[in-house]
Nanobody
Framework: QVQLVESGGGLVQAGGSLRLSCAAS????????MGWYRQAPGNQREWVAT???????NYADSVKGRFTISRDNVKNTVYLQMNSLKPEDTAVYYC?????????WGQGTQVTVSS
């Protein structure tokens, strides 16, 4: 079992920055990858970024060049640095971890970007 707790969301003006954190606890050894998804009101949940245990990082086209995913293996925490935020980035952001063939999810953190 893996437990995930996100933090760092909030309200920011367009062009600003936020850093989201996701702390993993429980059985963290052997987590294959961690990543972020987001869901805006009325929309389906969409993938944002992934970082594998080997360090490979991948991003959705909509955030490429603006968002950076990183991971602190000592703290079992994954981060999402979000720069040049746009109103369309407004959503609930969810952390996810893949372990033992199963995806685990956090409770989500709200990010609101005002124009």
């Amino acid at each position: 079992q893996v437990q995930l707790v996100e933090s760092g969301g909030g309200l920011v003006q367009a062009g600003g920055s936020l850093r989201l954190s996701c702390a993993a606890s429980g059985t963290t050894f052997g987590i294959n990858s961690m990543g972020w998804y987001r869901q805006a009101p009325g929309n389906q949940r969409e993938w944002v970024a992934t970082r594998t245990s080997g360090g490979y990082r991948n991003y959705a086209d909509s955030v490429k060049g603006r968002f950076t995913i990183s991971r602190d293996n000592v703290k079992n925490t994954v981060y999402l640095q979000m720069n040049s935020l746009k109103p369309e980035d407004t959503a609930v952001y969810y952390c996810t971890a893949n372990y033992g063939g199963r995806n685990y999810w956090g409770q989500g953190t709200q990010v609101t970007v005002s124009s």
